[in-house]
């Protein structure tokens, strides 16, 4: 089916923009991708031995704990790691399922409340994450099928091997690329058509056999679209570099004044500029799940219905 790619990508726009409340499911279907205030502590860097020496205060608090106790505190923060990890999947989960059904309420009847899409996120929540755990099980067993022997090959062969890993490489890099593109689809089925997991994977299958051309078309345009998107975004953490480059060189000579004004300048700049490139992030993952959720919906109409105009938004 041929798609009328202009129409998609404005008509994401018009959803995007108007909807403002789906920017906050785009920013937590993000997340499937701190700072803090103290006292002063000073550091210094020995110019002669060329070591961090650190204050003596801090130093009697190091001494202070056992090996055991260290080991202790490191199991516990990758527990607390492990934790925060599983919270920042169930959340963006939840915000894909959120972000998926709230697109295609403002699509179909023109507007979408928090609580709509947050509920739709949460019923699916079980059956989107099982698409995502099966897709990704499905790829690790890939790279042991693919990658795995290639491994075995270079290390048997001294390194030799390697000009076999690399082509079995770009398989697995293309077969990992189809899988996600499956789970997305599989994503948008289980949602928009109340799908179960095998269901939704046998839709999306389907409809990427009978959609390929069109499907790899809009891919490549939002891929385009993307990486000039996230050049924009990143030219200030860009700048942020400098700063950062000037604290390394203040300690490397010893200036601390420079390395203090430098480092705090580079901090204070980036925890301004997180929120605002959350806020970004968020509104290119709404837009771009629009452009994929209106692409799903004209791939699944009838043939009956093809000629009938898309309803539009006043924004």
Same mark, same amino acid.
């Not at 203040?250 to 997180?274: E, H, K, P, R």
């Not at 709404?286 to 938004?313: D, M």
């Given at each position: 089916?041929?798609?009328?790619?202009?129409?998609?990508?404005?008509?994401?726009?018009?959803?995007?923009?108007?909807?403002?409340?789906?920017?906050?499911?785009?920013?937590?279907?993000?997340?499937?991708?701190?700072?803090?205030?103290?006292?002063?502590?000073?550091?210094?860097?020995?110019?002669?031995?060329?070591?961090?020496?650190?204050?003596?205060?801090?130093?009697?608090?190091?001494?202070?704990?056992?090996?055991? &106790?260290?080991?202790?505190?490191? @199991? =516990?923060?990758? !527990? $607390?790691?492990? %934790? /925060?990890?599983?919270?920042? +999947?169930?959340?963006?989960?939840?915000?894909?399922?959120?972000?998926?059904?709230?697109?295609?309420?403002?699509?179909?009847?023109?507007?979408?409340?928090?609580?709509?899409?947050?509920?739709?996120?949460?019923?699916?929540?079980?059956?989107?994450?099982?698409?995502?755990?099966?897709?990704?099980?499905?790829?690790?067993?890939?790279?042991?099928?693919?990658?795995?022997?290639?491994?075995?090959? &270079?290390?048997?062969?001294?390194? @030799? =091997?390697?000009? !076999? $890993?690399?082509? %079995? /490489?770009?398989?697995?890099? +293309?077969?990992?690329?189809?899988?996600?593109?499956?789970?997305?689809?599989?994503?948008?089925?289980?949602?928009?058509?109340?799908?179960?997991?095998?269901?939704?994977?046998?839709?999306?299958?389907?409809?990427?056999?009978?959609?390929?051309?069109?499907?790899?078309?809009?891919?490549?345009?939002?891929?385009?679209?993307?990486?000039?998107?996230?050049?924009?975004?990143?030219?200030?953490?860009?700048?942020?570099?400098?700063?950062?480059?000037?604290?390394?060189?203040?300690?490397?000579?010893?200036?601390?004044?420079?390395?203090?004004?430098?480092?705090?300048?580079?901090?204070?700049?980036?925890?301004?500029?997180?929120?605002?490139?959350?806020?970004?992030?968020?509104?290119?993952?709404?837009?771009?799940?629009?452009?994929?959720?209106?692409?799903?919906?004209?791939?699944?109409?009838?043939?009956?219905?093809?000629?009938?105009?898309?309803?539009?938004?006043?924004?």
């Amino acid at each position: 089916m041929s798609l009328d790619y202009g129409n998609i990508l404005a008509r994401a726009w018009q959803i995007t923009w108007k909807h403002k409340v789906l920017w906050i499911f785009g920013i937590l279907a993000g997340l499937g991708s701190g700072g803090g205030g103290g006292p002063n502590v000073n550091y210094q860097l020995d110019s002669r031995t060329g070591n961090l020496r650190l204050p003596p205060e801090f130093e009697r608090l190091l001494n202070r704990f056992d090996e055991p &106790t260290w080991i202790a505190i490191a @199991i =516990g923060l990758v !527990c $607390l790691g492990l %934790l /925060i990890s599983l919270v920042f +999947i169930a959340l963006s989960v939840i915000g894909r399922g959120g972000l998926i059904s709230g697109i295609r309420l403002a699509n179909a009847q023109g507007s979408v409340t928090f609580g709509e899409a947050w509920q739709a996120g949460l019923s699916k929540f079980w059956t989107l994450f099982l698409i995502g755990l099966l897709t990704a099980a499905a790829g690790f067993l890939l790279a042991l099928i693919i990658i795995g022997p290639g491994i075995l090959l &270079t290390v048997a062969t001294f390194g @030799i =091997g390697v000009l !076999c $890993l690399l082509p %079995l /490489i770009c398989v697995f890099v +293309i077969l990992v690329v189809i899988l996600s593109i499956i789970a997305y689809f599989a994503q948008i089925a289980a949602v928009v058509e109340n799908l179960g997991v095998m269901d939704a994977l046998r839709r999306a299958w389907a409809i990427i056999q009978a959609n390929l051309a069109s499907i790899v078309i809009l891919g490549l345009i939002l891929l385009v679209i993307g990486f000039v998107v996230g050049i924009v975004l990143a030219l200030p953490a860009f700048f942020l570099f400098f700063p950062a480059v000037l604290g390394a060189a203040g300690l490397a000579g010893d200036s601390q004044n420079l390395a203090t004004f430098s480092l705090a300048f580079a901090l204070i700049c980036c925890a301004l500029y997180v929120p605002i490139l959350l806020v970004l992030n968020g509104i290119l993952q709404t837009w771009t799940t629009s452009v994929w959720t209106l692409a799903y919906g004209q791939f699944t109409r009838p043939a009956t219905s093809g000629s009938q105009p898309a309803p539009q938004i006043t924004v």
